[in-house]
């Protein structure tokens, strides 16, 4: 394989799970063995703490598209938006840390605005019971005992 523009796109990990999606079922319609690291590679796409790891999952084919149109007023950076689509932060903390000089580009409003864009268009984890619980028992720095 030749590379013919460097850097000429940038995929989101949901476009590499579907190009390989596409790719095993390639193989599978020839009845071909594919690389052995395939299934692991979609595997490792799926797993938590990844977005795509969602059943079911809330990203589709025109979730990118639309995520850009929402976000552009905003100018943000190719890279930003595609980690972005990567983390699929949940807060403005979370954002903060994809969002390079965020508090000084962005007000606050601005920043929740961008928070439930994000959240409208490639959705959001549902919180299990079980991990509800667990936070529930967890215990805070301030009611811990002093020694």
Do not use: W
Request: proline share 5%.
């Amino acid at each position: 394989m030749k590379i013919i523009e460097s850097q000429a796109a940038v995929l989101s990990n949901y476009e590499v799970y579907q190009h390989l999606v596409d790719q095993r079922e390639r193989y599978k319609l020839k009845k071909r063995r594919g690389p052995p690291n395939l299934e692991t590679l979609l595997q490792y796409l799926r797993t938590q703490p990844s977005p795509l790891s969602q059943e079911p999952s809330t990203y589709t084919a025109g979730c990118i598209g639309q995520l850009l149109e929402r976000l552009h007023p905003y100018e943000l950076s190719k890279g930003e938006v595609v980690t972005i689509l990567n983390l699929r932060p949940a807060s403005v903390a979370a954002l903060n840390t994809v969002v390079e000089d965020m508090s000084e580009r962005f007000n606050d409003e601005q920043q929740e605005d961008m928070v439930n864009i994000i959240a409208q268009v490639l959705g959001q984890f549902d919180v299990d019971e079980a991990e509800q619980a667990e936070q529930a028992d967890d215990v805070g720095m301030d009611d811990a005992p002093v020694a």
